[in-house]
């Protein structure tokens, strides 16, 4: 499994920015898919942005697509998450987790290992 810490939550206006970080341990991050979610309050966790190992496949969910852009340093061991245009629908805690297969899920339960998660809070 791959240990997960994500970073760079806060507070932010309507409008604004924020750069979610993940660091990851263990051997086999270079072999897997990474993800991000979120989950607001009285939801349900929901798939946010995925790429494929290398980078080479990414995937976003529509809500937001053109707002968000994932990216992820092998050599770091790190994903990330960069939010723009950010909405007060964007609140929540947003959690980094690892699936060991070849493609990219919406789906949590091919996800194996989770981050702490990290809160997201957008004002309006």
Same mark, same amino acid.
């Given at each position: ?58 995937? &976003?969910?529509?809500?937001?697509? @053109?707002?968000?852009? #994932? /990216? !992820? ?8 998450? $960069? ?10 805690? &947003?959690?980094?987790?690892?699936? @060991?297969?070849?493609? #990219? /899920? !919406? ?8 981050? $702490? ?8």
């Amino acid at each position: 499994q791959v240990q997960l810490v994500e970073s760079g939550g806060g507070l932010v206006q309507a409008g604004g920015s924020l750069r979610l970080s993940c660091a990851a341990s263990g051997r086999t991050f270079r072999r897997s898919v990474m993800g991000w979610f979120r989950q607001a309050p009285g939801k349900e966790r929901e798939f946010v942005a995925g790429i494929s190992r290398y980078g080479s496949n990414i995937l &976003y969910a529509d809500s937001v697509k @053109g707002r968000f852009t #994932i /990216s !992820r340093d092998n050599a770091k061991n790190a994903v990330y998450l $960069q939010m723009n245009s950010l909405k007060p629908e964007d609140t929540a805690v &947003y959690y980094c987790a690892a699936n @060991g297969g070849v493609d #990219i /899920s !919406r789906s949590t339960l091919l996800y194996d290992s989770w981050g $702490q998660g990290t809160q997201v809070t957008v004002s309006s």
